[in-house]
């Protein structure tokens, strides 16, 4: 929260009653004022100091008003600009709110009124100054690997910052090629295992009779083929992190020993005559709904519960919308340092069909994609023909002529159902900071306590 004391005040009035009047009462709050009736006497301050906010009064007898006020926001952009007049006309507001202004009030006004308009602007101006920090710290790849810093994405390193010290199972789920074994291992590196092993074994790319072996290890002579001792994963990774991929692939069999294994810590490899005691953290993880599965009854239910202690749900990249043009942007600068291509940017309609796209293959295509554009292509800049036919077709430009859209994807959901959405990944994304998700959002916190008040009496707004 802003302190009054620290805040200096240019103060542009014309007249000279409500002049005095604002100033005497703005400096009983706390405020350093410096008053002026000119704008060239405003823009000789502006010169000398950055103010914490102006109150421009419209229009002044030797400038345009407006002239000011972008000049002032050219100077100073995130410097808050109130504009009082006694023009009431609906195009003088819109010049004034295009141009920049926080705030427009027709006098006559209080100066009470002015000054919780002018309180508003500044907490408003520094929320906004707080939220573009934390997003540039988040935009640094807050945890090893990731990039991106979306509302979907800020929940997924919340779950992971806040679960990482723990030994607890977590169950991460996800389309493919959204990132559940990047999150895996970003949890094993952000947690006190780091230093000793990650093993990660796909379950669903192991033949059923050799996945047991491939878990707990064998003896020699235990089967045919088997000619000398072989430790498992689970061996492997005492100490660490065990990342079981496509769970949900594991034969019933095998799922009551992983049940056992879960409980005890011990497994007996497959021939041996006793167990072995572990220490492994396990993260599971699958591209199918695991309670599906349950009830179909091709995953033990009392290992699901077992294994989802905590939950971590990859977002796809079609709800990353604005992490989409940064992953391109690694993803070309890293291909083009390896083969040595000079590429640095996509061509407009590039990143205009790279934000419509549907991306069905998430984060795996894109990277794809680009992968084989650096490879065929040289240049500086990525252009639409350089891109799969097969991308186009799946993402044709808009055109005026068409006199119904077609929907972005099969399936739309009512438009209060993807706000309420939002709001609630933001108020995750910000630990319920209902200030800060409204800067997220680009809203007002009086509209997100307002919904809230609405969701929690049951009504839909």
Not at 250 to 256: K, M, R, V
Not at 351 to 368: A, I, K, M, T, Y
Request: charged share 20%; hydrophobic share 40%; glycine share 6%.
């Amino acid at each position: 929260m802003f302190q009054p004391s620290t805040q200096t005040i240019l103060l542009i009035e014309n007249q000279a009653a409500p002049k005095h009047a604002f100033e005497g009462y703005l400096r009983g709050e706390g405020y350093d004022v410096i008053a002026e009736n000119t704008g060239n006497e405003a823009l000789s301050c502006l010169r000398q100091f950055r103010p914490s906010a102006l109150i421009l009064d419209l229009p002044l007898p030797d400038i345009d008003g407006l002239d000011l006020l972008r000049q002032s926001r050219a100077a100073y952009p995130q410097v808050p600009v109130i504009v009082v007049t006694d023009d009431a006309s609906p195009q003088t507001a819109v010049d004034a709110m295009s141009n920049g202004a926080a705030d427009f009030i027709l006098k006559p006004v209080s100066s009470e009124r002015l000054a919780v308009t002018l309180r508003n602007a500044l907490e408003r101006d520094a929320l906004e100054r707080e939220i573009v920090e934390w997003r540039q710290t988040l935009g640094q790849s807050p945890l090893p690997g990731f990039i991106g810093h979306s509302p979907a994405m800020l929940a997924v390193y919340r779950v992971i910052d806040s679960v990482a010290a723990s030994k607890a199972s977590v169950f991460i789920t996800g389309e493919s090629g959204t990132g559940k074994q990047l999150a895996a291992l970003a949890l094993h590196q952000t947690s006190p295992r780091r230093e000793k092993p990650f093993v990660a074994i796909d379950c669903g790319g192991i033949p059923s009779d050799l996945l047991e072996s491939t878990l707990f290890g064998h003896v020699k002579g235990a089967f045919t083929g088997a000619v000398s001792d072989h430790d498992g994963a689970a061996k492997k990774a005492d100490g660490g992190t065990l990342f079981l991929n496509e769970v949900c692939e594991l034969p019933l069999g095998l799922q009551i020993k992983l049940l056992r294994f879960l409980q005890t810590g011990e497994f007996t490899p497959i021939g041996g005559s006793s167990s072995e005691v572990v220490d492994v953290r396990i993260i599971a993880a699958t591209v199918r709904n695991p309670r599906t599965e349950v009830s179909a009854g091709n995953f033990r239910e009392d290992l699901y519960y077992r294994l989802h202690v905590v939950p971590l749900d990859m977002p796809p990249l079609r709800e990353r919308e604005d992490d989409i043009l940064l992953l391109a942007e690694h993803f070309l600068l890293k291909f083009g340092a390896a083969d040595n291509k000079a590429f640095t940017a996509l061509a407009p309609e590039v990143s205009s069909l790279f934000r419509r796209h549907d991306w069905p293959g998430n984060v795996r295509q894109l990277e794809n994609i680009l992968h084989a554009v650096v490879a065929l292509h040289d240049g500086t800049t990525v252009t639409e023909d350089m891109l799969p036919r097969d991308l186009h077709a799946a993402c044709p430009a808009p055109s005026a002529s068409v006199a119904e859209p077609q929907p972005r994807r099969a399936a739309i959901r009512p438009l209060w159902e993807v706000e309420k959405s939002a709001i609630l990944q933001a108020l995750e994304a910000t630990s319920q900071d209902v200030n800060k998700a409204a800067a997220l959002l680009e809203v007002s916190p009086s509209t997100l306590y307002r919904k809230l008040q609405a969701w929690k009496s049951g009504a839909i707004t």
